[in-house]
C-alpha cells in the first residue's frame, strides 16, 4: 500500500516527499520520492498513535506535514496553491463529545477524566479525522503537541482505550492551544485522496498469534514501569 501511495504522489505531486515509518526501511529504498526510517510499534495493542512519531520525523525536515494513511490512493493532481496555517491543526473536525456519545460512548467516562487530569473543557474539544490532517510549524508548538499526545494516548492504552487517535489529537490541541478547524486547504486535499480502511484477512498461525501476544505483554508491561515515573497522572 505504501509503494502504490508513493506512486500516486510521484504523479499527481512530484517533488513531494512521503516519509515512512516502518519496520523495514530497505523494502522502499529504492522509491526516490520516499523517505523512510526504521519505527518499530511503539503502541501497546495497535500502532495508531505511532503515526506521531513520522509527523515528528516529517516536522524535524519540512514546515508543513500532512498525515496521510498507507491505505489512501490519490486519484487526482494535488494542487500547488495549497495554503497552511500555524498554530491549526487542520482537517475534519467535530465537537468531540457529540462524536464520541455517537460511536463509542463507553469512553467519554475516561475522556471525562483525562480531560480533568490535563485541565481542559472536554466540551470545547473536536475530534480531529486521523487519516488526514496537517501539522505545521508554530514556534514549538507542534513539539509540544507531539509530547503530550504521546503521554494522553500512553494514558488512554493503559486503561484499555487503544484506539480513537482522533479524540486524542483533539484534546491535545485544546491543551496546547492549537485550533483545529476544517479548512479549504484541507478540504481540497480530501477531494483528490480516497481512504479505503484497509483490513486484512490473512489468517494467523498459532506461531504468529504466540509472538503477538508476548510482544503485547512485553509492551504492556514495558509502559506500566515507565507509567510508575509520573505516578499521580496515571494510576490516580
Given at each position: 500500500?505504501?509503494?502504490?501511495?508513493?506512486?500516486d504522489?510521484?504523479?499527481y505531486?512530484?517533488?513531494?516527499?512521503l516519509?515512512v515509518?516502518?519496520?523495514k526501511?530497505k523494502d522502499?529504498?529504492?522509491?526516490?520520492n520516499?523517505?523512510?526510517?526504521?519505527?518499530?510499534?511503539?503502541?501497546?495493542?495497535?500502532?495508531?498513535h505511532?503515526?506521531?512519531?513520522?509527523?515528528?520525523?516529517?516536522?524535524?525536515?519540512?514546515?508543513?506535514?500532512?498525515?496521510?494513511?498507507?491505505?489512501?490512493?490519490?486519484v487526482?493532481?494535488i494542487?500547488?496553491?495549497?495554503?497552511f496555517?500555524?498554530?491549526?491543526i487542520?482537517?475534519?473536525?467535530?465537537?468531540?463529545?457529540?462524536?464520541?456519545?455517537?460511536?463509542?460512548?463507553?469512553?467519554l467516562?475516561?475522556?471525562?477524566?483525562?480531560?480533568?487530569?490535563i485541565?481542559?473543557?472536554i466540551?470545547?474539544?473536536n475530534?480531529?479525522?486521523?487519516s488526514?490532517?496537517?501539522?505545521?510549524k508554530?514556534?514549538g508548538?507542534?513539539?509540544?503537541?507531539?509530547?503530550?499526545?504521546?503521554?494522553?494516548?500512553?494514558?488512554?492504552e493503559?486503561?484499555?482505550?487503544h484506539?480513537g487517535?482522533?479524540?486524542?489529537?483533539?484534546?491535545?490541541?485544546?491543551?496546547?492551544?492549537?485550533?483545529?478547524?476544517?479548512?479549504?486547504?484541507?478540504?481540497?486535499?480530501?477531494?483528490?485522496?480516497?481512504h479505503?480502511d484497509a483490513s486484512?484477512?490473512?489468517?494467523?498461525?498459532?506461531?504468529?498469534?504466540?509472538?503477538?501476544?508476548?510482544?503485547?505483554?512485553?509492551?504492556?508491561?514495558k509502559?506500566r514501569?515507565?507509567?510508575?515515573?509520573?505516578?499521580?497522572?496515571?494510576?490516580?
Amino acid at each position: 500500500m505504501t509503494k502504490t501511495l508513493a506512486e500516486d504522489l510521484k504523479k499527481y505531486s512530484p517533488g513531494t516527499m512521503l516519509v515512512v515509518g516502518t519496520d523495514k526501511p530497505k523494502d522502499l529504498l529504492s522509491l526516490n520520492n520516499v523517505i523512510p526510517f526504521k519505527l518499530s510499534q511503539q503502541g501497546i495493542l495497535h500502532c495508531y498513535h505511532d503515526k506521531r512519531f513520522v509527523i515528528l520525523k516529517a516536522l524535524s525536515k519540512f514546515d508543513n506535514v500532512i498525515q496521510i494513511d498507507a491505505d489512501t490512493r490519490i486519484v487526482d493532481t494535488i494542487p500547488q496553491d495549497l495554503s497552511f496555517s500555524k498554530g491549526v491543526i487542520e482537517g475534519f473536525n467535530e465537537n468531540l463529545v457529540t462524536h464520541v456519545n455517537k460511536y463509542t460512548p463507553e469512553r467519554l467516562e475516561r475522556l471525562n477524566k483525562i480531560a480533568t487530569k490535563i485541565e481542559v473543557d472536554i466540551s470545547q474539544a473536536n475530534f480531529v479525522y486521523e487519516s488526514l490532517f496537517i501539522v505545521s510549524k508554530d514556534n514549538g508548538k507542534e513539539l509540544e503537541f507531539i509530547e503530550q499526545w504521546g503521554k494522553i494516548g500512553l494514558y488512554l492504552e493503559l486503561n484499555r482505550i487503544h484506539s480513537g487517535e482522533g479524540n486524542v489529537i483533539g484534546i491535545t490541541a485544546l491543551k496546547i492551544g492549537l485550533k483545529t478547524s476544517l479548512t479549504p486547504s484541507w478540504e481540497r486535499l480530501k477531494n483528490v485522496t480516497k481512504h479505503f480502511d484497509a483490513s486484512t484477512t490473512r489468517k494467523s498461525s498459532y506461531i504468529d498469534k504466540f509472538n503477538k501476544r508476548v510482544k503485547y505483554h512485553y509492551r504492556l508491561n514495558k509502559n506500566r514501569l515507565f507509567a510508575l515515573k509520573d505516578f499521580d497522572f496515571f494510576y490516580k
